[in-house]
């Protein structure tokens, strides 16, 4: 399985992103039963927890984006979507996604996508 993050760049604070992941090498079968999550990581942080999505569709959100962000799926085309909005200079952060499988992370984490949010 590959995972591809992509939708990043440069945006000015209060704008907005929309990023998605798509899972590669997967059959919808194997995709859909997994609660699909995004993280990121600031330059000198560690990763932190986003936003996560059910197979149900239930979502869970770090309280750092609760109203801001909002996560969805697609399982007919193995896709998970991020859509930032009202974003902040601290959400600067290359942004992955992944799956969870048993609360350990289910895959290999792909490259990310960079964000960037001037002030």
């Known amino acids: 399985v590959q995972l591809q993050a992509s939708g990043g760049g440069l945006v000015t604070g209060g704008g907005s992103l929309r990023l998605s992941c798509t899972a590669s090498?997967?059959?919808?079968?194997?995709?859909?039963?997994?609660?699909w999550g995004w993280y990121r990581q600031a330059p000198g942080k560690q990763r932190e927890f986003v936003a996560s999505?059910?197979?149900?569709?239930?979502?869970d959100y770090a309280d750092s984006v609760k109203g801001r962000f909002t996560i969805s799926r697609d399982n007919s085309r193995k896709r998970m979507n991020l859509q930032l909005n009202s974003l902040k200079p601290e959400d600067t952060a290359v942004y992955y996604c992944?799956?969870?499988?048993?609360?350990?992370?289910?895959?290999?984490w792909g490259q990310g996508t960079l964000v960037t949010v001037s002030s």
């Open positions: 992944n799956a969870l499988n048993g609360g350990v992370y289910a895959f290999s």
């Open positions: 090498r997967m059959i919808t079968s194997t995709y859909s039963p997994y609660t």
């Open positions: 999505i059910s197979s149900g569709g239930s979502t």
